[in-house]
């Protein structure tokens, strides 16, 4: 099973920056009138975040407070401009960065700090220990126990680093285990990743000097660094502390590496012709040469630390300037030209590829600043703006790629939740759940203290779950025989069940447009001459549909709302009988649903537009599991005939990015859409709510050309502007 904590990724800067040393400059203290820019909010320190989302359109519904589109001013410690440093979330309330460089002033660091996601504070953590030198492009990986294991990187002397540290957050104390095995060369903007106690490292950047020109002068070229880009895999057996023998597999660099269903995963980065690719590749793990062979016990020791003083207590180094090699007493070699890593074999482990050639909703890795995270079955791609590669609102958003199907979607513009061209997001950190993801960066502008001057003064939470995306299994399919499910689902609905209790609702055409007032035959059966009815719960025979037959035990056991009114003892309870004033297939739908955990397509869900009605249940009824599930489906599966719905039910339901998804894609295929019968049957009011989506100088043309809002225009027209200069 792959951890659930993701691996760090790592701030893109331009190719083989090479960093030099300057005085120290790297962080200042923020004084409680710090100014902020225009769309950052400030968190409250009471607990009320007090965020408006003032720039970014966005519901901010939220799961434990966090939502869409909020941007957060930092406090405490102000960050100067850390590039290649690590950021990792540790639990639920922190994220932790280490080390980087400072961009203006290519000093290297060494230190520690925290942000407190309660009160998104940054501190200065004073650490103990064998704590490591300065570096950058190295990886933080979260370790059971609330341990962090650092890999790697590259220091102040341009010497690649293939030492392991590893950092005790409750005592904030730094460690070095004794290692053995064959460990790999050292690198920098390499990928790890934790699956089954072994850490995997993958590809990065290393000094080679056979690939220095033949006329290479030292005189001439004092600086001059030759760099070639890794292409072997290797793991550290977190248990034992043995590293395994490398193996050929895949040059890359500035990449990301995730473990799901048994198969190792990378995207994204630059291979060896610095071109940014979109090649997704997969690695079979279950191959017998990544299976534990030597027996050893469990466990690891580690080196004894080297204090400053001789004082008892421990003490506070800020940073590390011995001259020792990774993990060893000897001296470290600090000249450039370092030995060239053997050539491995390649990995006889199944290796898998795939290309995304062309399609509406692939992101362009060569546009913007993109980062990429798998949660479940679905590969995320943040693509935001970035001031030196070339990008348009029409570039920037959050897609997402379904894994069984290999198909893109785009879930969302990035000027609904990633802030457009305002801010410039530098890392991506994940929560231990998969999740929140946390984008951490600056404003493009800020009028107080100027362009590009802070790195990490914002943050955006998003929460993953208002895109229906989560790690647990997704919509349940078909029960089939030997599932609970299926078992369950046969006695369903059923007159031979034993059911005790009836749900009523509306019958599908009763509760569409305007063809039927439900509320006036209401009030017409409750003023009959024949006084109060036994049924005046009901609205009239004729706009019900069939009675749907239940068990009181699986009710009260899946359903919160039913549990909560049958222990009241309500008229409902007495009488045996539920009203739900909602079609009947969606509400059959979701008893079913409540049987089975299923929202399958199928014979009880037929299709997307009774997902967008359960979609409203499940927030009346705030069922999270039912919400997310609808969620996924719908993002992913929205079509011409269920858009009309799916744009309706969403604005029930609360669900405004999702609402204005199914907007544009109804506007783009207008034609298609006012020919399906979703869109006949909206009511009068529904109808002039969707017309005042288009944008007030909007147009359609004709053909095979699609509906366009003014910023698609000028995108467009910046985009042949750029092509004929």
Known sequence: MASLYPSTHHHLPPAFATPGIAPPNFYEQQSETSPKTDGAQEVDMEGNDGIGGVGIEGRGRGHGGVGLGEVIRSKGVRLACLVNASVTVCGEDSIYAFGGFDQYTDEVFNHVLKLDLKTYTWTLVDNYGDIPSVRMGHTTTYWR???????????????????????????????????????????????????????????????????????????????????????????????????????????????????????????????????????????????????????????????????MTESTGPVRVLRSNRSYGPNSPRAMNTSRRQTPPPKPNLVPASTSSVRFLWGRDIPSEAHGTHFHHICGNTLLDFSTFATNLRSSHNDMGLSALDLREMTWRKLSDGSDILGGTSWRWHYLAVSPNGTIAYLLGCPVYNEDLGEGEEYLSDVLP???????????????????????????????DSEHSGADFVIRALKDEAAEGDEYDTEGAWSRAHNTPDGEREDDDLPP???????????????????????????????????????????????????????????????????????????VLANLYAIDRLRTLCLSRLYNELDVE??????????????????????????TYWGRIVRTQGFRRLSRRSLIELCDEVDEEGRITAGEAEWESPRQMAGRGEDEDEEMM
């Open 145 to 307: 126990d609330g341990k962090l294991i650092i890999f790697g990187g590259e220091n102040e002397l341009r010497v690649y680093l293939n030492d392991i540290y590893i950092f005790d957050i409750a005592t904030a104390t730094w460690s070095q285990p004794v290692i053995s095995g064959y460990p790999p060369c050292g690198r920098s903007r390499h990928a790890v990743v934790l699956h089954d106690d072994k850490l995997f490292v993958m590809g990065g950047v290393h000094h080679n000097p056979i690939a220095q020109p033949a006329d290479y002068d030292a005189d001439e070229e004092p600086e001059y660094n030759p760099q070639e880009v890794l292409d072997d895999i290797c793991y550290l057996d977190l248990k034992t502390m043995t590293w395994s023998r490398s193996w050929k597999w895949v040059s890359r660099f500035d990449h990301q590496a995730w473990v799901r269903e048994g198969k190792l995963w990378i995207f994204g980065g630059m291979g060896k012709e610095m071109d940014r690719t979109g090649e997704l590749i997969s690695l079979d793990l279950s191959h017998p040469v990544f299976a534990r062979t030597e027996i050893k016990p469990t466990g690891y020791a580690t080196r004894p630390g080297r204090s």
């Open 462 to 492: 998003i929460d993953l779950r208002e895109f229906g995306i989560s790690p647990t299994p997704p919509a349940g399919e078909t029960p089939v025989p030997g599932m609970l499910g299926f078992d369950l689902a046969s006695v369903f």
């Open 541 to 615: 025979e004729d706009v019900l549909g069939p009675p749907i037959l239940c068990h009181k035990l699986i009710l009260l056991a899946r359903w919160g709302h039913f549990k909560r009114l049958y222990n009241s003892r309500m008229r409902e309870y007495h009488r045996g009988r539920l009203y739900l004033p909602e079609p009947y297939t969606v509400v059959r739908a979701f008893c079913y649903y409540l049987y089975t955990d299923s929202i399958a397509t199928g014979p009880y869900c037929p299709d997307i537009s009774t997902v967008a009605g359960l979609l």
């Open 642 to 667: 269920s858009a009309a719905v799916v744009w309706e039910r969403a604005g029930v339901a609360g669900e405004e990015m999702l609402r204005k998804k199914a907007a544009v894609f109804a506007l």
